[in-house]
Every structure is written in structure tokens, then in C-alpha cells.
């Protein structure tokens, strides 16, 4: 938040200048810290007070606080430590969920070096450990992420200020509560928001007298039993849960604790040493999609060599997802429906109503669209609005537009053969206007 004391009271906060200086609070309202001139290796020290920063009451804190830092020898600990912790504890489906899992803590502890950061975000229904995940993330007792700050229900408010003032890595439980029959609710809108450096969120003091400025860029783990929003969803990278097919522990207890705080203090001692290092080059040719290559760039960034071909692959695989959700996307459901009523053209045009009747057949009653959703949904998609013979609210049967989406969005759906002897698929003339002769426009108008 911008304010005229902008002193370093929070611990945790990185001055970025040189020489860069690092510091955390720990047990004991102790400080480490670590600064770092050019690229020297930076030196970790403790201190017990700071001149410019102030300690937190630990019982004041959001967050599990670590003991201390941890003098590891191989470079890649942190992130293993991470992996065999999430192994122990989670039944996730595939091999590299576990890699993709210890990244994300990495990356927690560094949000600092990205540009942007995404979400995690474990799909799926009860039982299935979508909870567990997230725990074990921000739990205040068994999370390991760097200032992991749990909620099942929190409110906007709250939420500009944890990620303002003290940049944590969020954990929000039953995602589902977040969305609204109107559309997205304004935390769902600032998470959107928070999915890249240089966001803001603004709001009027409470005395209605400045603007405050927000930062609420950082990483976030969510869970829920069903989607958000396709534009929430494109930030996440998405785990699918469902019921354990192996052993794992069932109930956390005080040695569970213990392998918690050795992960945070191993990751805290990543941060101070690793923070503001020079980035591994990253193949961009290998990931052809600009949102994928941003969802995974900073996890990618922080495994191991080795592990880096199995994230490419997951990065891959993300992108053939993509389409295979472009199919299952409002849009995708409009074209199928509109080649479905390709018998019901009349005068080359077709009733708004019917196509929504067409997409809603297989939609569950709470989240059928409504009629003047599909017409901005087919307006999006290029087509044109005309009344039916009879009156209704309607849009111009243009077949190239439509088979050009088809191929756009992979729906594997195919028009009848345009014939004299096909009922009710009328021509458009050359004007665009309903004719029973003339030539369909050769692209859409």
C-alpha cells in the first residue's frame, strides 16, 4: 500500500538496491538476512534487531514462522525436500504433478524474480485431497510455502491487505464460494488481476479522502469442487484429484509438523540465497503457446537440469488441453449447436432462442445460458443479427464464418453438403441479405 511511512517494517521485504538486501523474521523475533553485491554469493547472518524494521508478535503472525536458516550443501535439496514432503503426504495422479508441486514452492519463495506467476489450483470432487493440497501449501501448522496464509472465506479487504503488506502466498479453500450468477465476484477480479507484476488494485481510503494503491501480484493455491471462469482457469496450471490409490499418511501429527518446519527453513534459506540470481535460459521454442510458456516459465526456472524436460513435456501437454477446452467452451458449444439446426434455416437466418435451446440440452438447469448470452456469444464469433420471418430475435446463417470456427475451435462436426434439396438452408445473395439465389459471401462480413 502506498503511504507516506514507507519504512521496511514488514519483515520479509526486499530493498532492490544495490547491494540487495533480504531479510526474514524467525523464531525468537530474530532476524536473518542476506545481501549481495553484483553477483557475489550472498552471505546469510542473524541478527536481533534491525534499526529500520520492527519484529512481529509471533503469535501475530498469519503464517508459520520458521526457526532458522538451514546450511544445505547441494543446491538442488530444496527442491527435493519439497517433492519427498508432497510425496509422503498426497496422492496426486500423475509423476510430474509432484515435480510441478515442489516448483511452486520454490517459486513461493522467490516471487520477486517473475514477472508472473501462476496459480495452482486442485480440481475435484469430495474426498478427493483437493484441501489437503492446498494445506500443505499455507496450512499454519503443515504448510511449507513461504508465508503460507490459509482462509476458507476471506474478505476483499482482507485480502488486498495480506498480499499487500506482507506478500504471502495465498491459500483460498472452496474456491466455488467466489463465483456469483452474474459472474465473477470481485475477489475472483482480483485474482485475475494478481497473476502478474505491476497490477494494482485501487480503492478509496475509508474516509473517502485519496486513492490506495494495492500490489496484489503473488503466488496463490486454490481449490474447488467445480471450474471458475475460463479467464481465472487460463492462469492456473490445474490438478485433477480424485480418491488415493496408494498408502499415504491420514492423519498429520507432530512428526509430520517437524518434516514441515525442515522444508520451510530449507526453502527460507533458498530465498536468501537464490533471490535476485540470474534466471536459466529459457526454450521458448519448445512451447509454441505465449500462456502456457507463461505458466510454466518460473517453474521451469527453478528445478533441477534434469527435472526440466518432464516440465517441458507437462508444458506441452497443457497446450493440446487447451484446445480440447476450447471445445468444451461456450463457443464451442454455439458452433455445434448451430450445426445441429443447419435444417432449421430459414431465409438464411436462425432464431437466437433455438440456438440456446440447442447448447442448454446437456447444461445442468442452475447454469443453463440464457438467450441474450448466446446472441453476445454469437455476435462474438462474427456473425450477424437479423430478425426471423416470425419476429424473433435472430442471426444470419453465415456458413463460411461458421466453418471457419469449426476449424478454429476443432469441433468435430460436420455441415451438410449445401444443396437445392436440403430443407431450410437458404442462400445469402451478395449484399448479405436473405435470398433463395445467390452465393454464400466467400468470408465472413
Known sequence: MTDDEDIPRTPGRVVQHSPL???????????????????????IASTDSFPDAQPMLESEL????????????????????????????????????????????????????FETIPYLYFLGPK??????ATELFCHKKYGVAYRGVMSPNISLAGLFHLIDLYHVTLGLDEAE?????EGPSDIQLLLNA?????????????????????????????NSTRRLYQT??????????????????????TNTQAEAQNVRNLLLTYRLREIGNPIPPFDNDRIPDSRTEELFYA?????????????????????????????TSWEAATLDALVK???????????????????????????????????????????????TLDGLSGFLYDRANLERRLRRYAVQATLPVETSGIAGIARLNETGETGETGDLPSSPP
Open 341 to 387: 439446426l443447419a435444417d432449421e434455416v430459414r431465409h438464411g437466418k436462425i432464431a437466437t432462442s433455438r440456438v440456446a435451446e440447442t447448447v442448454n440440452v446437456y447444461i445442468p438447469e442452475k447454469e443453463r445460458l440464457k438467450t441474450h448470452t448466446i446472441g453476445k456469444v454469437l455476435e462474438g464469433l462474427g456473425f450477424r443479427r437479423r430478425k
Open 62 to 113: 498469519a503464517w508459520p514462522i520458521c526457526t532458522d536458516t538451514v546450511n544445505y550443501s547441494h543446491a538442488d535439496e530444496p527442491f527435493y525436500a519439497a517433492r519427498e514432503f508432497a510425496f509422503a503426504n498426497l496422492d496426486l495422479q500423475r509423476e510430474v504433478d509432484y515435480d510441478l508441486w515442489a516448483a511452486y514452492a520454490l517459486v513461493c519463495a522467490r516471487p520477486e524474480d
Open 299 to 327: 517453474l521451469i526456472s527453478v528445478v533441477p537440469a534434469s527435472v526440466r524436460p518432464r516440465l517441458y513435456d507437462a508444458a506441452i501437454e497443457i497446450c493440446g488441453d487447451e484446445v480440447q477446452a476450447d471445445m
Open 194 to 222: 494478481g497473476y502478474s507484476q505491476g497490477q494494482q488494485a485501487i480503492r478509496m481510503s475509508a474516509d473517502a479522502s485519496r486513492l490506495m494503491f494495492y500490489e496484489v501480484f503473488g503466488p496463490k493455491v486454490l
Open 127 to 132: 474426498g478427493s485431497g483437493k484441501s489437503r
Open 177 to 181: 464460494a467466489y463465483m456469483t450468477d
Open 21 to 43: 538486501f533480504v531479510f526474514e523474521q524467525v523464531a525468537g523475533e530474530r532476524f536473518v538476512f542476506a545481501k549481495r553485491e553484483g553477483a557475489n554469493p550472498q552471505a
Open 232 to 253: 481465472f482457469m487460463s492462469r492456473c496450471i490445474l490438478f485433477l484429484m480424485d480418491k488415493n490409490t496408494r498408502p499415504i499418511k491420514k492423519r498429520w501429527d
